[in-house]
């Protein structure tokens, strides 16, 4: 399955991952640490996402 621009579900998903968790756990609760354990998890996500998209670009351009 393909996002709107070319990307795979999952790249779409986990680069977009971090802005959702970061967000719900600075509104859930200001004061806590929870909105950085947020970003711990998500952020390695989202580059994973975002080097998918730059191997996939240079890979179409190269074929």
């Known amino acids: 399955m393909v996002a709107p621009r070319g990307n795979t579900v999952w790249v779409t998903v986990c ?3 971090p802005g959702i968790l970061v967000g ?3 509104l859930a ?4 640490m929870l909105r950085h354990l947020a970003a711990v998890v ?3 996500l989202a580059l994973g996402g975002i080097a998918e998209v730059i191997w996939a670009r240079g890979y179409r351009q190269r074929g």
Request: proline share 15%; aromatic share 16%; glycine share 8%.
């Open 42 to 44: 998500a952020f390695p």
């Open 29 to 32: 609760s200001p004061q806590s």
């Open 24 to 26: 719900w756990a600075a």
């Open 15 to 17: 680069v977009g991952l």
